[in-house]
């Protein structure tokens, strides 16, 4: 069962901003209380990482290790190596969604960050769909490339193409593990780039295309066709 909230909050608060040995000591303190509510406390576990995270101790932790991983990641996403900033345009990302595997959300080597358009593509989608981990949380478990596990550059090459209009990212696997990934979720990245983009052009180009063909004899249905399309994409 989690611990109620101190009482003296102010004071544990004080105590976590003044980089004491004590402030290590609540914030160790602090992980494994949770850890082991999420690896013990059964239903419902539902909602533990945001009654963390709205803890005064969890926010200051969950910053610190906003940036302890941004550090460890060299700045970029862990699934599609986008580049990221503290705070700006990345999530804490559990590799292991929470919704499928709460017993694992303070398990540091299921927290990465990612970039705002993984953290949304992939939200509860569990494409590791791991069996037997039974409380066991290993490298040889996962046959999908996991951002901690495994040397990216090893299962994955990327190509990106940026111009003053458009943005595309290509990603190719070079072993079964990136191919999991590639198939499971960096094509959805590509997919989600293309069409953010394109739409506005695509679109208009459909829509000129369309109003280029309205009324020529012959063209009728296909000139339907494209304003339906233009006012689709
Ligand atoms: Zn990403």
């Not at 539902?46 to 290790?65: D, P, Q, V």
Request: hydrophobic share 35%; with cysteine.
């Amino acid at each position: 069962m989690l611990k109620p909230v101190s009482s003296s909050r102010a004071s544990f608060v004080k105590s976590l901003y003044s980089r004491s040995i004590k402030y290590h000591r609540e914030a160790l303190s602090c992980i494994l209380e949770y850890r082991s509510a999420a690896h013990n406390q059964f239903p419902p576990r539902k909602g533990i990482w945001s009654k963390f995270y709205e803890e005064a101790r969890g926010k200051y932790i969950h910053k610190k290790l906003s940036k302890h991983l941004l550090e460890r990641q060299k700045s970029l996403c862990c699934y599609c190596r986008d580049r990221i900033f503290h705070g700006k345009n990345s999530n804490i990302e559990h590799i292991l969604p929470i919704k499928h595997y709460p017993m694992f959300a303070f398990d540091y080597n299921n927290l990465a960050l990612a970039c705002v358009t993984c953290n949304a593509l992939k939200s509860d989608n569990d494409f590791y769909r791991v069996k037997n981990l039974s409380g066991n949380y290993k490298a040889n478990l996962f046959d999908c490339l996991h951002p901690i596990f495994h040397t990216y550059d090893e299962h994955v090459d990327f190509l990106k193409l940026q111009t003053n209009h458009i943005y595309v990212r290509v990603f190719r696997f070079r072993s079964s593990l990136g191919e999991r990934l590639c198939s499971e979720h960096l094509k959805q990245v590509s997919l989600f780039n293309i069409k953010e983009q394109a739409n506005p052009t695509v679109a208009e180009a459909v829509k000129k295309l369309g109003e280029h063909l309205d009324g020529k004899p012959g063209y009728e249905s296909a000139a339907s066709t494209l304003k339906r399309l233009a006012a689709n994409i």
